[in-house]
């Protein structure tokens, strides 16, 4: 069997869970790897979409993609997805309520949206190009801890010794925002959205954290240490 995975910084995760052969993955598939983002293209941050590509740059890439899924029994779509992190990581940026009663501020909602509508171009492009069934995999939800998190903030260390950490329950809240909006862009385009197992989740929703490197960071780099079986 054949897999095309399509993606930006999340598809690591399977990269490095296919070289591991994580839970027999390389035995059960063959994985060709497609990575959307290239400082080769000019593409300096995730913010960009497929239009922002010059039609040089936009004809590789179709080729490849078709290339990638032609005889492929799937086509894994790992496109983007830290938006929750960055814009809800913390309270201090006039971008979110920090209590979870008080929901998601219209601002930081439609930072969201925006963020989602550069997705959608993403999707629009691939489905134009895939020579098979495409599915989405959306980026795995925050871990309730705050130590946790606190001892793995990365980047948004300086940020939380700052202005503090959001609550772990408007963190979820965000995540759950965000993945309906790509649930709903996914659907548009006749792309199915392919969920995080519920055994990597705690009760309350969040991720495990035995499903992390312990030795990550959050964000991007906040990587299943299991990836083959999510």
Not at 70 to 92: D, K, V
Not at 139 to 153: G, I, L, N, T, Y
Request: proline share 7%; charged share 20%.
């Amino acid at each position: 069997m054949k897999i095309a995975v399509m993606g930006m910084s999340h598809i690591k995760a399977l990269q490095d869970a296919y070289r591991g052969n994580h839970s027999g993955l390389a035995d059960a598939a063959r994985f060709l790897f497609v990575q959307l983002r290239r400082p080769a293209f000019g593409m300096k941050n995730s913010r960009f979409s497929p239009h922002d590509l010059d039609p040089l740059h936009q004809a590789q890439l179709s080729k490849e993609i078709a290339d990638a899924t032609s005889g492929a029994s799937l086509a894994a779509l790992c496109i983007r997805g830290n938006i929750f992190q960055l814009l809800g990581m913390t309270p201090g940026t006039g971008e979110s309520q920090p209590l979870p009663d008080s929901g998601i501020s219209d601002r930081l909602l439609n930072k969201i949206v925006a963020d989602v509508l550069i997705n959608d171009s993403w999707l629009s492009f691939i489905a134009r190009f895939s020579k098979t069934k495409n599915v989405i995999m959306p980026p795995p939800p925050p871990v309730e801890s705050e130590e946790w998190v606190r001892a793995h903030a990365g980047c948004f260390d300086e940020k939380i010794k700052l202005h503090g950490l959001n609550p772990p329950q408007y963190r979820l809240e965000l995540y759950e925002v965000y993945s309906r909006l790509i649930r709903e862009q996914a659907g548009k385009h006749g792309i199915d959205y392919m969920d995080i197992p519920q055994g990597a989740r705690s009760a309350s929703g969040f991720l495990k954290e035995c499903y992390t490197l312990g030795k990550e960071k959050i964000g991007w780099q906040n990587r299943p240490t299991v990836p083959g079986s999510l």
